[in-house]
């Protein structure tokens, strides 16, 4: 047995971090650092390659220490590989323009989407991969663990400690993986306070702190305006209540973002009051708080929700509803992206979501020519956990649908796709094959960015029916499922009209009225709130709905 080599220096990254924190301690005052330092102050501890985490979530951005890094120079600062959730300001895009980040590991670039793509096509970005929240997440504890990250807090005392405030998202689990792997954690601080309402995190996990010269950016990204839920989205809802929620009686279950599930929340309190389904579906959620809620958890539908953020204008509402929400003594909301995608994965039987493109194994993805949206946490609400073990009535019935008997060896989560027909004109969900195939060769990818997978999948609702696709016996009769749904797209005109009348005989397809429902009932009438205002009623004026939603 060799000895141990007494020569080795086992604290080279402790010893790498007191080196940093040297360089820059002319800009520190004990753990503050000026807002006018901040661009001098990340050129001294950043060198170049370093892995950064910019915390930008879907939500709370750190939006000041992002542009303080975009403003330093490419000479000092150069060739960053970022790992962030997020993709969401000008500023993210810049640091790749300007060369002073080269690499990125993200999951989800929403309103930077097209840039993103036009980056791509330039060679101007190197894209390790786009990952699930949770996959990235993982990461950060094994092989993309931040040399330096850069959050955002609501307040600081003047030790250090940090209050998060509603929005605490990605920021326990950046600091976590950066602070005790000897990375610096630096944040951006809305205020500074003598007392905090809670320590979200401790000051001896905080290198420094700056008070930004304005409050952190925090986007409203889950709040929909009733006015805009079209008639065909009621049908829609309609269809997904009564074929999917009440048949397979749903009670754990996350939404994605979008008009198609803000129409089910809405029609919870109406026509699903008429179902006979208070109580029965729609009670547990893994969700943000979004006003489109707020009826449903007045009428008594909603029992509990754990959020991955927050929502503007809903802190007041959340502090009043403290037996649904997850708040602590001060009234404010705690939530946590990591927690509650692990809860949507594994704790929930359904998820119900849309996409931009699904091609006929049932494969979809947001990542589309010219727009890379990414996939936020969708792979992780939409897919069938294969770790799973424990039991309930939806996942065990669609277990048995899956393998065609009553015996199963195990169950099946509820994925559902639920998207109209064409996402505009000249633009058809349905294809027969995804630009994923072209992106993987345009981005130099292993893997297709495929947001999830066909084999998970097992609805998929449209205007024209539903597609149960767990019933589905042969590749053919799952491609004829779906363009059975696929409406007058290419992909629905090229059905083999006798297969798919047989699949309709079958109960594997269901038109509107084979679910019993009248078409011309599906009305914004049956919406319990049609505007902003209405939910601002509903609430009983505790919702704050933010200046672009207000039309009164």
Known sequence: MNAPDNARSWNQEARRRAERLSRSARWRRGKEVAAAD?????????????????????????????????????????????????LALPEHMELFEKGIARRLDFSFSGPQSHRLARLVQARAIEIGAIHTYLELFGRYFIDLTPHVCLIAAQAADAAGNLY?????????????????????????????????????????????????????????????????ITEIQVLMAMMALKGIYAEYGVERLNHGIGFDTAAIELLLPTYGEQLGLKGRVARHWALNPHPTLIPAIEAGFVERVHSFGSEVGMEAYVAARPDVFFTGPDGSLRSNRAFCQTAGLYACDL?????????????????????????????????????????????LKAGRERSGGDICIRGQKLVVQMVETWQEPHHPTFVERLDAWQLQQDMDMALPPIMIYGDDVSHVVTEEGIANLLLC??????????????????VGRARDRRLVENLRDRGVIRRPEDLGIDVRDATRDLLAARSIKDLVRASGGLYQPPKQFRNW
């Open 38 to 86: 901040m661009v001098s102050f990340l050129e001294a501890v950043l060198a170049p390659g370093d892995r950064v985490c910019l915390e930008g979530n879907n939500q709370k951005q750190a939006d000041f220490l992002a542009a303080s890094l975009a403003a330093c120079s490419p000479q000092h600062v150069h060739d960053l590989h970022l790992v962030q959730s997020v």
């Open 473 to 490: 016996r042969t590749p053919e009769e799952r491609a004829q499922a779906i363009r059975g749904v696929a409406g007058y797209t290419p």
């Open 351 to 395: 998820f119900i979501g849309s996409t931009l493109q699904m091609d006929l194994v049932g494969n979809s993805s947001t990542a589309t020519l010219g727009r890379i949206t990414g996939f936020g946490g969708a792979p992780n609400m939409g897919s069938d956990a294969r770790g799973r073990r424990h039991a309930s009535p939806p996942w």
């Open 164 to 228: 998060l405030g509603p929005n605490t998202e990605d920021t326990p689990v950046i600091v976590e993986a950066t602070a005790f792997k000897s990375g610096l954690v630096i944040a951006q601080v809305n205020e500074r306070c003598d007392t905090l309402p809670r320590v979200d995190v401790p000051a001896d996990w905080v290198d420094c702190f700056v008070v930004a010269p304005s409050p952190n950016h925090i986007e409203p990204l889950f709040t929909r305006d009733p006015a805009h």
